[in-house]
């Protein structure tokens, strides 16, 4: 069955949220960040946030549909960051508490933990340098293996070699092979310590590790 690489829609929102979280149920952070589970509240507060970012014109979104079925199976959603002199990670906002809409019982200090890095890796492999940023890809688990990730991490790239930017991302350790092949390299593991943010029960310490990746511009 074929695969379409399309650029998603405003209506494609709440498909695309709720892709990434099954895409990611398994991780083993996501019980940690969200103790409570996947409640209205949880989902409320990631369609609202994917909605923004969707019509921040900096963002691009991308769909891959499974030709004969309609159904979208893996998303992507890139930032360009191409004006030289803003400041590193300027558009990157960190909270010094959670929002009005955050989940209840969501791992605030865990979210803000993560966001600060990413702020501080951009600001140390990145610095002013124009970039592009992938921010998010996630393929369905029963559609792993098809080619849609890397066809939606290839419409990146060449966008990038266009511009003759440098790309950035974070990975889990099970994405690492397919970005290697496309020419990220790894500069830096963030392997936080979960029961610092208190969790209590044993995890896959590997598995939660995050890795950020840079491809230099060509």
């Not at 494609?12 to 990611?24: E, G, W």
């Not at 949880?42 to 159904?71: L, P, V």
């Not at 290839?154 to 690492?176: F, I, N, R, Y």
């Amino acid at each position: 069955m074929p695969i379409s690489i399309l650029p998603a829609v405003e209506a494609d929102i709440p498909a695309i949220s709720r892709l990434q979280v099954a895409a990611f149920a398994s991780h083993p952070r996501m019980p940690m960040q969200w103790p409570r589970g996947y409640t209205a509240d949880f989902y409320a507060y990631k369609e609202m946030g994917d909605r923004e970012d969707f019509q921040d014109s900096a963002n691009h979104y991308w769909k891959a549909i499974d030709s004969e079925t309609g159904e979208m199976v893996a998303c992507a959603d890139w930032s360009f960051h191409l004006e030289s002199d803003v400041e590193a990670g300027e558009k990157l906002t960190v909270e010094s508490g959670p929002p009005e809409s955050w989940p209840e019982g969501g791992n605030w200090e865990l979210k803000r933990f993560y966001r600060l890095n990413t702020r501080r890796m951009i600001g140390d492999y990145i610095g002013k340098q124009p970039h592009i940023m992938l921010n998010v890809l996630t393929v369905l688990p029963e559609h792993q293996g098809r080619g849609a990730g890397r066809q939606l991490i290839q419409w990146g790239v060449k966008e990038a070699d266009k511009l003759h930017v440098c790309m950035c991302l974070e990975s889990t350790p099970a994405g690492l092979a397919l970005y290697k092949s496309m020419g990220f390299v790894v500069r830096e593991v963030v392997a936080a310590n979960m029961h610092d943010f208190g969790w209590k029960e044993p995890y896959d310490e590997e598995a939660a590790h995050r890795i950020f990746m840079v491809r230099e511009a060509r």
